[in-house]
């Protein structure tokens, strides 16, 4: 079945540090893919996504690209900051169909644990 | 525009007891989802609507579990028989289209359901 494995967290990281979290996949045909945050005390929002291969994603200063060939989808940013503190969760939505119609049901990793520190 | 809405935002009941999670999405969604998270995990998919019918209700965890959306808008998911290992924030979802894969769902804060 489909999967997704982000890096073990947390990640504490100090202001204007660079950021990386890992996500790989596990997945049949062809999934777009999702990274959602969840900052504290709020529901989850879309970050980015991209919808295939070699696509990059992009918001916030936040960059994700999809690669095939690694089953993975990292998500980065160059210089962090206090305000990113929150939980990021990296998801994949794989086609299926009820009654003719497509649709995408998200599948999601266990999440990474991000605090930025001034 | 308002955003997908979700009542109760807590509910504390007791083992056994019935319980109703109310999901009011964004309107002009047609596409509908429910999930689960457990404390220190990602969302679980529970159940998908495509207007009124619930198209896949392949991740409901057994037959306590119902849902229902009867004028293709306000969703109810309800519990019977609840039990302490239901515990969980319980999270609506709804996109614009009919949830094609590349669709962005948007997401409710949750309920927050504790079971004693």
């Known amino acids: 079945g489909n999967s997704v494995t982000q890096m073990e967290g947390p990640v504490t990281l100090s202001e204007e540090a660079f950021l990386t979290i890992n996500c790989t996949y596990t997945a049949t045909g062809y999934p777009s893919l999702f990274w959602y945050v969840q900052y504290p005390g709020e529901g989850l929002q879309l970050l980015l996504k991209a919808t295939k291969a070699d696509d990059k994603g992009s918001n916030k200063g936040f960059e994700a690209t999809y690669r095939k060939e690694t089953t993975s989808f990292h998500l980065e940013k160059g210089s962090v900051q206090v305000s990113d503190s929150a939980v990021y969760f990296c998801a994949l939505s794989w086609s299926s169909s009820a009654g003719g119609t497509s649709y995408g049901k998200l599948t999601f990793g266990q999440g990474t644990i991000l605090t930025v520190h001034p | 525009g308002a955003g997908v809405s979700q009542t109760p935002s807590n509910k504390v009941t007791e083992k056994g007891k019935y319980v109703e999670l109310r999901c009011d999405p964004i309107?002009?969604?047609?596409?509908l989802y429910w999930y689960r998270q457990s404390l220190g995990q990602g969302p679980e998919f529970l159940i998908y609507f495509q207007g009124t019918g619930a198209a896949d209700d392949s991740g409901l965890p057994n037959d306590r579990f119902f849902a229902v959306r009867p004028e293709g808008s306000v969703s109810t998911l309800k519990i019977q028989r609840t039990e302490r290992g239901d515990s969980a924030v319980y999270l609506c979802a709804s996109s614009l289209k009919l949830g094609g894969p590349t669709d962005t769902q948007y997401f409710g804060p949750g309920t927050r359901l504790t079971v004693l």
């Open positions: 309107s002009g969604h047609t596409a």
